[in-house]
């Protein structure tokens, strides 16, 4: 069975910190992806990878970046965190070259920005 | 453009009536589309695939290419099946992403 990890569940930062939010899957997945999880907006995408150092901006990428040096990590950073990034971040794998392949999530973060 | 629209924030009913979360999609090629389900405190999770035409704790969706509609039903609602339900959408083959919907938070009431 598919692992996603997130290695924080809850985190608070001031605002202008700079914020790292990691993610470790076990089954050697090509895609990984960063979401962020809103009430009323559904999940939107932030950016994802599609192999080890590979990057691609999704729909809302402003104020993030992210880094994927090993195939099993794919980190999400908050250059200068602001309030309007409280929210909870979902991480996710998936694997490629299989059709209907679904998305595996981690727990997810949930980000206070204080 | 793919776009995912689920017109319902919330849908409430009583445990053993029908349930229908409507889902409808923008996309100009073959879509693969699935519902994910998250319950109170859990991680986000697969509920099913169109491709698979499986029934999943008592759940069915069938893909209506005419309407471009993919809404999940079940005849009999139990209180457990209380939960946030998103529909997504993927291009053909595994390197596109998902765009999902804004979610229906499902109630059931006993």
């Known amino acids: 069975d598919v692992k996603v990890t997130q290695s924080s569940r809850y985190l608070v930062k001031r605002t202008g910190e700079k914020v790292f939010l990691e993610c470790v899957q076990d089954?050697?997945?090509?895609?990984m992806f960063w979401y962020r999880q809103d009430p009323g907006l559904g999940l939107r995408l932030i950016y994802f990878s599609y192999d080890v150092k590979m990057k691609e901006k999704g729909d809302i990428p402003e104020g993030y970046s992210v880094s994927r040096e090993k195939k099993e990590r794919f980190s999400l950073i908050l250059e200068s965190a602001s309030t309007n990034q409280t929210s909870m971040y979902l991480c996710?794998?998936?694997?490629?070259?299989?059709?209907?392949?679904?998305?595996?999530f981690g727990n997810g973060t949930r980000l206070t920005v204080t | 453009a793919q776009r995912v629209t689920q017109p319902e924030k919330l849908l409430s009913v009583f445990k053993g009536a029908p349930v229908e979360l409507k889902c409808n999609y923008s996309y100009s090629g073959s879509p693969e589309l699935f519902w994910y389900v998250q319950y109170s405190r859990q991680r986000l999770q697969l509920l099913l695939r169109?491709?698979s035409r499986e029934s999943i704790k008592g759940f069915t969706a069938d893909l209506n290419k005419g309407e471009t509609s993919f809404h999940l039903k079940k005849p009999f609602a139990q209180e457990e099946d209380s939960a946030m339900y998103y529909c997504a959408l993927s291009g053909a083959g595994g390197y596109s992403t998902l765009t999902f919907g804004k979610g229906t938070m499902l109630l059931v009431s006993p």
């Open positions: 169109h491709i």
């Open positions: 996710a794998s998936r694997a490629t070259g299989l059709p209907n392949s679904p998305l595996h």
């Open positions: 089954m050697d997945h090509e895609n």
